[in-house]
């Protein structure tokens, strides 16, 4: 099953976050992870949630996405977090491909 890591990020330091983000960029790719969401607008439809920029990456699954959060790449990425941005983080599963959450390929 997939799993998601999304991060809703205050930026700090703008140098620092590109630094940040080329960093963990290059970590998430090596480790198997893609960028569903990078940014862009957000619209708060219910509730009192006012995130900043939300990011959104796809691994194959929560041990992959586990192993790159704890990875020596990933570690280059966090030397420079703190100055480049706050946020809050969170790995979440996703859910398996079966006839409803699956498109259908055509033959």
Same mark, same amino acid.
């Given at each position: 099953?997939?799993?998601?890591? %999304?991060?809703?990020? !205050?930026i700090r330091d703008a140098e620092a976050f590109e630094s940040y983000r080329t960093r963990a960029a290059? =970590? %998430?790719a090596e480790h198997g992870g893609r960028y569903l969401v990078r940014g862009g607008e957000v619209e !708060? &439809? $219910?509730?009192? *949630?006012? /995130?900043?920029?939300? %990011?959104?990456? $796809?691994? /194959?699954?929560?041990? !992959?996405?586990?192993? *790159?959060?704890? =990875? @020596? $790449?990933?570690? @280059?990425?966090?030397?420079?977090?703190?100055?480049?941005?706050?946020?809050?983080?969170? &790995?979440?599963?996703?859910?398996?491909?079966?006839?409803?959450?699956? /498109?259908? !390929? @055509?033959?």
């Open positions: 099953m997939p799993a998601y890591v %999304i991060s809703d990020v !205050t290059a =970590s %998430i !708060t &439809l $219910e509730g009192n *949630w006012k /995130p900043g920029p939300l %990011i959104v990456v $796809e691994f /194959p699954d929560i041990e !992959t996405a586990r192993r *790159w959060y704890r =990875s @020596a $790449e990933y570690a @280059a990425a966090l030397e420079v977090r703190d100055a480049a941005l706050s946020r809050n983080l969170i &790995l979440v599963e996703g859910l398996g491909c079966d006839a409803v959450n699956c /498109p259908k !390929t @055509a033959a």
